[in-house]
């Protein structure tokens, strides 16, 4: 079967492609991409006048809950909310239960993919042995069950010795290494960020340096055993200045960060919403432009979701008790938008840090149009605007504080292999 996307806006960051044209599928797989392609066969013709055509979105930062709290989330729903959030390759965090630190439960996060996910799903394993950070987990028996890299998501690895020796194992393993920055002696029993806020609230402030500090000794345990350390979820302006001194001591490092961090700060959480609840913690304005600025300089190159569902058991109670997180993989895409908007970014430069930077810190070749690969491709109206309703979110969990909110960019379509999902019903 043939499928003939028309006159879309074409952008694929692979291979620097940035036109109005076509975009022609034969069996699953890209065969053309050009200005103008005629076909005189049958062939299925897809519209795509105003849209922009893009390859799916690759989300390294995602909670999908399975197995063990699949009342907040499991594979299916998950990836279903992930196809309409337009990311059609995610790798899911270890932190389930049990926790994702045994080949045993590697695979069985495969196996339930196989049978129940929409989208692709890679696992990351643990570092440490239930995230304890004390005991190395087996690197190689996990990489060669189907780990795509390592991470004690949620916990930082405390113990400096310990990091170090991971990230030696994993340079040995070639399996990427992510890391939660918090250091939890700063950090523990904090809720919200450290400052007006949660002085006038009175709750436990979550102070920068929590992160700073941890972000600081990972780039000097990269420089010293020469492997790269993937950041995670930078929430602030403290950490700027070491990612500029890493990148001139060309130490190994990526970055990332999420859509909340570049657009909201603290204030959402003046009310106690617990929806706003998030590790770490919303910052200030000047954190949020610090971030942006980042992204625009590529000291971040990556933005990710931090999907995180929770259900209303653990959102909606006393602020002090609420779970931090908020899911993010249908927010993700319209929330980066803003960043074109906004003229921090070109859409070539977003789609680099939601497509191809997070593949290559994976290791994995990114969605993109070129002749033969498999069609992962999705088209967006990126002036649609719509209230993200409870009916909207395909995940099981509803916990964002967008909800209800009024956002502006959405995904039309998904073609992927052969199937052609029409995400413009609800
Ligand atoms: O807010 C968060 N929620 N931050 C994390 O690091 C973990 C996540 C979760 O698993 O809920």
């Known amino acids: 079967m043939k499928i003939l996307i028309k006159k879309g806006r074409i952008i694929d960051p692979s291979q620097n492609l940035d036109f109005l044209g076509d975009l022609l599928i034969e069996n699953g797989k890209i065969l053309e991409v050009e200005k103008n392609i005629e076909i005189h066969e049958r062939v299925e013709i897809i519209e795509a006048n105003n849209l922009w055509v893009l390859p799916g979105l690759v989300d390294i930062h995602v909670h999908l809950r399975e197995p063990g709290e699949e009342w907040k989330e499991d594979i299916e729903t998950g990836t279903k909310s992930a196809l309409y959030g337009g990311v059609l390759r995610l790798a899911c965090m270890p932190n389930t239960k049990p926790p994702n630190d045994s080949p045993e439960v590697t695979k069985y996060i495969l196996e339930r993919a196989s049978q129940k996910a929409y989208v692709t799903v890679y696992p990351i394993a643990c570092i440490t042995k239930k995230q304890e950070g004390k005991e190395i987990t087996e690197f190689g ?18 113990d400096s010795g310990v990091m170090k020796r991971a990230m030696l194992y994993a340079k040995n393993f070639d399996l990427p290494i992510i890391s939660h920055c918090e250091d939890i002696s700063l950090s523990r029993g904090g809720q919200i960020n450290e400052g007006y806020f949660s002085a006038k609230l009175g709750l436990k402030g979550i102070p920068t340096s929590a992160e700073t500090i941890a972000v600081l000794r990972d780039l000097i345990l990269a420089k010293e055993t020469q492997k790269s350390v993937h950041l995670a979820h930078l929430s602030t302006k403290e950490v700027i200045p070491f990612l500029k001194w890493a990148k001139e001591e060309n130490i190994p490092f990526t970055a990332e960060t999420c859509p909340h961090y570049f657009t909201l700060t603290e204030r959402e959480v003046e009310n106690y919403n ?26 971040i190159e990556v933005i990710a979701s931090d999907h995180a569902p929770h259900s209303p058991l653990e959102k909606e109670i006393e602020f002090e008790h609420a779970s931090f997180g908020m899911i993010g993989l249908q927010t993700l895409l319209p929330l980066s938008l803003n960043l074109i908007r906004e003229g921090y970014l070109t859409p070539l430069a977003l789609f680099e840090k939601l497509i191809v930077n997070p593949s290559k810190v994976l290791g994995i070749d990114p969605p993109s149009f070129k002749k033969g690969n498999s069609a992962e491709v999705i088209i967006v109206d990126p002036e649609e605007e719509y209230v993200l309703t409870e009916e909207i979110i395909q995940s099981k969990s509803k916990n964002t504080p967008f909800l209800n909110k009024k956002l502006k960019g959405r995904v039309k379509k998904v073609i992927l292999k052969e199937k052609i999902f029409d995400l413009s019903l609800i």
């Open 274 to 299: 617990t929806l706003a609840k998030v590790n770490p913690p919303l910052r200030t304005e000047e954190d949020v432009l610090a971030i942006k600025l980042a992204l625009k300089e590529g000291l």
């Open 141 to 158: 028996r996990l990489k060669k069950a189907g780990a795509i890299a390592v991470s004690d998501d949620g916990k930082w690895v405390q």
